[in-house]
């Protein structure tokens, strides 16, 4: 994030509110959670990732549910970096969640993670909401995708996730399930899909 949306998430967390941010890669995550300790004074920033050793890592888990889960108390903010080891399985309740794009059932994965419970959420954030950082524009017709398109090697998965993002302000669900999965995995390509999108496909 850059440092407008640092300092909204820390306002966010100074309010209340439990952050969720899911990076896709290690070192994204390490850095964003230092960053953001030196911008955050009293406001606890956690660093979650697979990288740990097992015993540290279980821990690191524990520590996380009984901080973001469903038993945790509310009433102080809190900001977990995190990688996609929270993709599934944790039973995690954030007030606001922000994730790197990834492909749409990932995406799908991340946002269980939102609004998970029933519960009083601080003022701003009474409706699920949902931030998907986007790859810097290049001006070409393909994004930059870096080592996110190694992580996620099937382009014309994050290509079109980040087409139906963009062009969505709000989603609903539970139809938005079946519509964007299909669209997103449809064999064919599209007229205005770049070479690169479907040299990838082929391959």
């Not at 520590?63 to 102080?76: L, N, T």
């Not at 997103?184 to 040299?199: F, S």
Request: net charge negative; aromatic share 8%; charged share 25%.
């Amino acid at each position: 994030p850059d440092p407008a949306r640092c300092e909204e998430i820390i306002a966010a967390a100074r309010a209340g509110a439990l952050v969720g941010i899911v990076c896709n890669l290690v070192n994204d995550a390490q850095g964003l959670a230092e960053r953001l300790r030196g911008l955050a004074d009293t406001i606890p920033v956690d660093l979650f990732h697979a990288r740990f050793c097992f015993a540290d890592r279980m821990a690191r888990e524990e520590e996380v549910i009984a901080r973001y889960g469903k038993m945790a108390p509310r009433g102080q903010g809190r900001i977990l970096v995190a990688t996609q080891v929270i993709e599934q399985s944790l039973d995690l309740d954030f007030d606001w969640l922000i994730t790197q794009l990834c492909p749409v059932d990932l995406l799908f994965q991340r946002l269980g993670r939102l609004h998970r419970h029933p519960r009083t959420r601080p003022t701003g954030f009474e409706s699920a909401r949902c931030t998907v950082l986007m790859p810097p524009a290049t001006g070409e017709t393909m994004p930059d995708y870096g080592l996110h398109g190694v992580v996620y090697d099937y382009l014309r998965v994050l290509w079109r996730t980040q087409g139906l993002v963009e062009g969505h302000a709000v989603v609903d669900f539970p139809a938005a399930y079946r519509e964007w999965i299909e669209t997103v995995y449809g064999e064919q390509p599209t007229p205005e899909e770049p070479a690169a999108v479907t040299r990838t496909a082929e391959r």
